[in-house]
């Protein structure tokens, strides 16, 4: 075979239409070797004799795609003084574009003796290991558009590859659980219909299965179990493993685009599947184990584990930046995708101990022109001291807010004493994110996640019920801040079942109807359950996957009809927080843009905040009041609204304000379900809100009576004089 020197960049095996150019970073090598395989298992070894800044590589001419390749790594052997190099073990590339097949955790994978960690396992790995593959990269985009959908007019949905096709009825049998069954027609016009703008994806870079879990039958379902960060999940396509991946998830997003959905990856790069210190030797750890892992500085054998996981990638390195930032460039400009949701993004700030918003992590993210055009969310936690971090995100970040989680779930299940929280999640969490010159936008809001109870769950239990998970219930949240309404699980009580599906409508509404960007998580507009189980990390099974048979028809209208109401009135989106100043008007008295009601239709004062078990409230939202313009530079002017929340168990009976905010009032939302009315409200009356529910009020404006004269439609077809249409003489014509 032909070895020519090749190149040290770009890092991986890249393929130009001729040949392959393969480069690994490894500054602890004394030597490399790249291993070729073949569908037989058969290796040709390579020696890379070629060194550049540490990075070991050759180009191959006679490398096509579809090639399986690994790397064996010589270099010194000292666990104590955290190097972990032996050359039996053969290792994925950590830019490889694919990966074909999967580890079977055969012992030879570890690099000690079962039961004796302190010993050396020289066993040859390659027959069990997972390999890299040598992709084409050429893709017919031609039509690709990025749909670039502002923060303010986004709605996004998270889900699971796998869980939300895997038992759709429509999407064929063999591409259900598949990048191809994303794409499908069904899935994509149920996103559509529900008004979701971007669909953020659970991890698909390829994760590693736990041996833990199989031996239990279980599975890493979730995939937060990263192993390649350039490789999309080979489990997820429908047509093979050898490259074929890359063609059936690019094929997915450029469905998506052209149906004006946005792609958002859950990433992972906080830490590695390759655990702790017992962990298998699988990639990273055998290639440079001190340099892509934060070690224990006076035990370098150990691994400091921010994330419960085992390891921490090591973000005070650059190679392991730039591994970062090399991944998340290439998902952008060559498989397309238009964010990312970073996990446990805390950990990637610890540069020294404490996460530091000034870190290098975030200097890169900020000066990158690719990566800080695109959207960049975080989960603003780890487990690490003062993990807990939202709202102290840079301004480029938008964040999961946690805070809206826990303050709306307090609010509708009747905790007293929560009213001016709630009012600050409802209004865009000023106090969390103005102060860093962020706008409202910046609060990525959100009642349920994929880590949780669903939403139907949080109506039924009020208790977690994770027996399944084989951990004797000690896993997942004990603190779910729900209510059960009554009953704990299945009840056939038509009174029960009545209230849970009102308190499902309260959520969405609430979230939906916030300031800020809403999350959805997937099947909770289709009353999806998981049985009580709020942690189905393992659970590859009808438990959490969406069944799309017994779906709840009327939540799903509800959902869909209250995102068309957010879709229409931006005053449900605003781009600038609330200042409660008056707003100049052309006629008529000045408002705020923001008024909090008391139940007597005047203005709250700071004792009625401050009143034991406040809880019952109005909102009015100055429509006129948008500050800013849209698109085209023109002043946003919108409908006034009125937001009635009640809580109590009781019905509450509600002054509607003075003329002046309206003189009338149609109900345009109503979650009280069959007591709901449909009446119009005047200025100065009473509007009922129904025990438990939200009333949404939009002034009413009269729609002007169109004229369907023949002279009318004459004179409409006419245009002005000179202009096509008019008479012959220049004349209108009559």
């Not at 031996?215 to 350039?230: A, C, K, R």
């Not at 938008?398 to 409802?426: C, H």
């Not at 909102?619 to 809580?647: C, H, K, S, T």
């Given at each position: 075979?032909?070895?020519?020197?090749?190149?040290?960049?770009?890092?991986?095996?890249?393929?130009?239409?001729?040949?392959?150019?393969?480069?690994?970073?490894?500054?602890?090598?004394?030597?490399?070797?790249?291993?070729?395989?073949?569908?037989?298992?058969?290796?040709?070894?390579?020696?890379?004799?070629?060194?550049?800044?540490?990075?070991?590589?050759?180009?191959?001419?006679?490398?096509?795609?579809?090639?399986?390749?690994?790397?064996?790594?010589?270099?010194?052997?000292?666990?104590?003084?955290?190097?972990?190099?032996?050359?039996?073990?053969?290792?994925?590339?950590?830019?490889?574009?694919?990966?074909?097949?999967?580890?079977?955790?055969?012992?030879?994978?570890?690099?000690?003796?079962?039961?004796?960690?302190?010993?050396?396992?020289?066993?040859?790995?390659?027959?069990?290991?997972?390999?890299?593959?040598?992709?084409?990269?050429?893709?017919?985009?031609?039509?690709?558009?990025?749909?670039?959908?502002?923060?303010?007019?986004?709605?996004?949905?998270?889900?699971?590859?796998?869980?939300?096709?895997?038992?759709?009825?429509?999407?064929?049998?063999?591409?259900?659980?598949?990048?191809?069954?994303?794409?499908?027609?069904?899935?994509?016009?149920?996103?559509?219909?529900?008004?979701?703008?971007?669909?953020?994806?659970?991890?698909?870079?390829?994760?590693?299965?736990?041996?833990?879990?199989?031996?239990?039958?279980?599975?890493?379902?979730?995939?937060?179990?990263?192993?390649?960060?350039?490789?999309?999940?080979?489990?997820?396509?429908?047509?093979?493993?050898?490259?074929?991946?890359?063609?059936?998830?690019?094929?997915?997003?450029?469905?998506?685009?052209?149906?004006?959905?946005?792609?958002?990856?859950?990433?992972?790069?906080?830490?590695?599947?390759?655990?702790?210190?017992?962990?298998?030797?699988?990639?990273?750890?055998?290639?440079?184990?001190?340099?892509?892992?934060?070690?224990?500085?006076?035990?370098?054998?150990?691994?400091?584990?921010?994330?419960?996981?085992?390891?921490?990638?090591?973000?005070?390195?650059?190679?392991?930046?730039?591994?970062?930032?090399?991944?998340?460039?290439?998902?952008?400009?060559?498989?397309?995708?238009?964010?990312?949701?970073?996990?446990?993004?805390?950990?990637?700030?610890?540069?020294?101990?404490?996460?530091?918003?000034?870190?290098?992590?975030?200097?890169?993210?900020?000066?990158?022109?690719?990566v800080s055009q695109v959207k960049l969310i975080a989960e603003p936690w780890d487990?690490?001291?003062?993990?807990?971090?939202?709202?102290?995100?840079?301004?480029?970040?938008?964040?999961?807010?946690?805070?809206?989680?826990?303050?709306?779930?307090?609010?509708?299940?009747?905790?007293?004493?929560?009213?001016?929280?709630?009012?600050?999640?409802?209004?865009?969490?000023?106090?969390?994110?103005?102060?860093?010159?962020?706008?409202?936008?910046?609060?990525?809001?959100?009642?349920?996640?994929?880590?949780?109870?669903?939403?139907?769950?949080?109506?039924?239990?009020?208790?977690?019920?994770?027996?399944?998970?084989?951990?004797?219930?000690?896993?997942?949240?004990?603190?779910?801040?729900?209510?059960?309404?009554?009953?704990?699980?299945?009840?056939?009580?038509?009174?029960?079942?009545?209230?849970?599906?009102?308190?499902?409508?309260?959520?969405?509404?609430?979230?939906?109807?916030?300031?800020?960007?809403?999350?959805?998580?997937?099947?909770?507009?289709?009353?999806?359950?998981?049985?009580?189980?709020?942690?189905?990390?393992?659970?590859?099974?009808?438990?959490?996957?969406?069944?799309?048979?017994?779906?709840?028809?009327?939540?799903?209208?509800?959902?869909?009809?209250?995102?068309?109401?957010?879709?229409?009135?931006?005053?449900?989106?605003?781009?600038?927080?609330?200042?409660?100043?008056?707003?100049?008007?052309?006629?008529?008295?000045?408002?705020?843009?923001?008024?909090?009601?008391?139940?007597?239709?005047?203005?709250?004062?700071?004792?009625?905040?401050?009143?034991?078990?406040?809880?019952?409230?109005?909102?009015?939202?100055?429509?006129?009041?948008?500050?800013?313009?849209?698109?085209?530079?023109?002043?946003?002017?919108?409908?006034?609204?009125?937001?009635?929340?009640?809580?109590?168990?009781?019905?509450?009976?509600?002054?509607?304000?003075?003329?002046?905010?309206?003189?009338?009032?149609?109900?345009?939302?109503?979650?009280?379900?069959?007591?709901?009315?449909?009446?119009?409200?005047?200025?100065?009356?009473?509007?009922?809100?129904?025990?438990?529910?939200?009333?949404?009020?939009?002034?009413?404006?009269?729609?002007?009576?169109?004229?369907?004269?023949?002279?009318?439609?004459?004179?409409?077809?006419?245009?002005?004089?000179?202009?096509?249409?008019?008479?012959?003489?220049?004349?209108?014509?009559?």
């Amino acid at each position: 075979m032909d070895v020519w020197p090749g190149s040290a960049y770009p890092l991986g095996a890249t393929y130009d239409g001729n040949g392959t150019n393969f480069a690994l970073y490894s500054e602890v090598a004394d030597a490399v070797q790249l291993c070729l395989l073949d569908d037989d298992g058969a290796e040709t070894r390579i020696d890379l004799t070629e060194v550049d800044g540490f990075v070991w590589h050759c180009y191959l001419p006679q490398a096509m795609p579809g090639q399986k390749y690994g790397y064996r790594v010589h270099g010194p052997s000292d666990p104590a003084a955290g190097l972990r190099c032996n050359p039996n073990k053969l290792l994925l590339d950590p830019y490889a574009k694919a990966v074909h097949g999967e580890v079977d955790w055969d012992p030879s994978l570890f690099g000690y003796v079962f039961g004796d960690e302190e010993s050396v396992n020289d066993d040859d790995s390659a027959a069990h290991m997972m390999l890299g593959v040598v992709v084409n990269p050429y893709f017919d985009w031609a039509g690709d558009r990025r749909p670039q959908r502002p923060y303010h007019q986004s709605v996004i949905y998270e889900a699971h590859v796998k869980g939300l096709t895997q038992s759709h009825p429509e999407v064929p049998e063999e591409q259900r659980g598949t990048y191809a069954g994303l794409a499908h027609p069904a899935i994509i016009s149920h996103l559509q219909k529900i008004g979701a703008t971007a669909i953020e994806l659970m991890p698909v870079h390829q994760f590693v299965n736990d041996s833990t879990l199989q031996d239990q039958g279980l599975s890493n379902y979730w995939g937060y179990n990263t192993i390649g960060f350039f490789a999309p999940q080979n489990t997820y396509c429908s047509t093979g493993d050898e490259g074929q991946q890359v063609q059936e998830f690019k094929a997915m997003v450029k469905a998506m685009h052209l149906a004006g959905i946005e792609v958002i990856l859950d990433v992972v790069y906080n830490h590695t599947a390759e655990g702790n210190h017992l962990g298998p030797t699988l990639s990273f750890r055998g290639i440079d184990n001190a340099a892509y892992y934060r070690l224990v500085e006076d035990d370098p054998q150990y691994y400091m584990d921010y994330t419960g996981t085992g390891n921490s990638l090591n973000v005070r390195n650059p190679h392991p930046l730039q591994l970062l930032m090399d991944s998340l460039r290439y998902w952008v400009t060559e498989m397309h995708v238009d964010g990312f949701r970073f996990d446990l993004a805390s950990t990637l700030a610890r540069e020294f101990y404490d996460v530091d918003k000034l870190s290098t992590f975030f200097e890169l993210i900020q000066q990158d022109p690719v990566v800080s055009q695109v959207k960049l969310i975080a989960e603003p936690w780890d487990i690490g001291p003062g993990g807990y971090q939202v709202g102290n995100f840079p301004p480029q970040w938008t964040e999961w807010n946690g805070q809206y989680r826990d303050t709306v779930r307090d609010f509708w299940r009747g905790v007293p004493s929560t009213l001016g929280e709630f009012a600050a999640r409802l209004s865009g969490s000023a106090d969390l994110y103005e102060h860093s010159g962020r706008r409202p936008v910046a609060s990525i809001n959100f009642v349920t996640a994929h880590d949780g109870f669903t939403l139907r769950d949080l109506v039924s239990y009020n208790d977690k019920h994770n027996d399944a998970n084989g951990e004797d219930n000690n896993d997942g949240e004990s603190n779910n801040r729900s209510w059960n309404c009554g009953v704990e699980g299945p009840t056939d009580d038509p009174a029960i079942q009545t209230l849970r599906a009102r308190q499902q409508r309260n959520y969405l509404a609430t979230l939906l109807l916030s300031q800020g960007v809403p999350m959805i998580s997937h099947g909770d507009e289709l009353g999806r359950t998981q049985q009580g189980n709020n942690n189905t990390y393992a659970q590859d099974s009808e438990l959490s996957w969406v069944d799309w048979e017994h779906a709840d028809a009327p939540l799903l209208e509800f959902t869909a009809a209250v995102n068309r109401l957010r879709a229409e009135h931006p005053t449900f989106r605003r781009r600038r927080f609330f200042d409660g100043r008056p707003v100049e008007r052309a006629d008529g008295e000045d408002l705020p843009d923001i008024e909090w009601l008391r139940e007597d239709g005047t203005p709250m004062s700071p004792k009625d905040w401050d009143a034991d078990l406040a809880q019952s409230f109005g909102v009015f939202l100055n429509g006129y009041g948008i500050a800013g313009a849209d698109e085209r530079g023109q002043a946003i002017r919108d409908r006034n609204f009125l937001l009635y929340f009640n809580p109590y168990h009781e019905d509450v009976d509600f002054t509607v304000p003075a003329e002046e905010h309206g003189t009338q009032w149609e109900p345009v939302l109503d979650t009280s379900g069959e007591y709901a009315s449909t009446d119009q409200v005047a200025a100065g009356s009473t509007a009922t809100v129904m025990a438990r529910s939200l009333l949404v009020l939009r002034a009413y404006e009269k729609a002007a009576e169109t004229d369907h004269s023949v002279a009318a439609s004459l004179a409409a077809l006419a245009g002005p004089r000179g202009e096509p249409g008019s008479g012959d003489a220049g004349e209108p014509v009559e």
